[in-house]
C-alpha cells in the first residue's frame, strides 16, 4: 500500500470531486459491503482508499486484496485523513473509485435481444428524483432479474454515492439507458413491441388482473406527482394496487417491488 498523509494530496482532491459529483465517468463506493459487491461485477477500478483502522483486520486486508486484483493503485490513510474524503458520518474505512458503466438505449436492447422466453419486464423511471428510492428500486430490480433500468432527465443520477448505497451494488450490474427522454423511450417501446403499463392510483384496474406473461416496459413516475395526463395518454395500460384503511399511497421503492415481483412470478 501507499501511504496518504496530507488531506491537500492530490489524489484526495479528485476523490472529493468524484463524491461530490463533480466528474462525470467515475464514481464513488464507500463501505465493507458495498465494496465487496464490486466483485460481483465487471467495474473497472482506478483507486482503492482504506484508513488505518479498517486495515488492522485481517479480514479486511483479505478483502482489500481480493479487490485489489483489479488495481494496483491502493492507498493508507490516517483515519482522520480517510474521514475528510469519506460520505458517511461513520464510515466503515474503505473506499473503491471506478469508472462508471456503460450506460444507453444499447445496453438495454443487448439485453432484451438476449431474451428467448417472450416475457422481460424493463423498467422506466421518471423524474425520480430521491437517490435513496432509487437504489432501493434497483436493488429490487436485480431482485426479480428486470431486462433493464430507463431513467428520464430530471432523475437522481443512479451512481451517485447515496442510491449507489441504496441499491447495494445493483446498478454495477444491471443494464442502465440513463437521461432518456420520456416520449423517445415510450415511442421506442413500440418499436420493440414492449407493452407499456403504468401505476395510477386513480384507477380500476388491479396489478393482478394484468397478462404479465410478455414483454413489458413497466413506468413508474415522480414521488410528488406521478406522471401528467399528456403522459399518461401515452399508456397502454394503467393500473392500481388496491389499499384499505383510506391509505391514499405507498412509497415509489415499496410500490415498485409490489408491482415487480407480480410482475415476474411463475
Known sequence: ??????RDNK??????????????NAIFIEGKRLASEVLRSNLKLSEIYVSESFAVSELNKVLTGQIGSKTNEIFLLPDK????IADTKNSQGIIVIGEKPETGKSEIESTLDKNISG??????????????????ILRTAEAVGVAGIITTTKSADIYSAKALRSSMGASLRLAVWENAD???????AKTKNLATICADANLTKKYTDVEWKRNCLLIFGSEAHGLSRNELCLIDEIIYI???NDVESLNLAVACGIILFEATKD
Open 1 to 6: 500500500m501507499k501511504e496518504i498523509t496530507s
Open 11 to 24: 489524489h484526495l482532491k479528485i476523490v472529493r470531486k468524484i463524491r461530490d459529483g463533480q466528474i462525470e
Open 81 to 84: 485523513i480517510f474521514n475528510s
Open 119 to 136: 416475457k422481460s419486464i424493463t423498467v422506466l423511471l421518471h423524474e425520480i428524483n430521491n437517490p435513496s428510492n432509487l437504489g432501493a
Open 182 to 188: 420520456f416520449d423517445s423511450v415510450i415511442n421506442w
Open 242 to 244: 388496491p389499499m384499505q
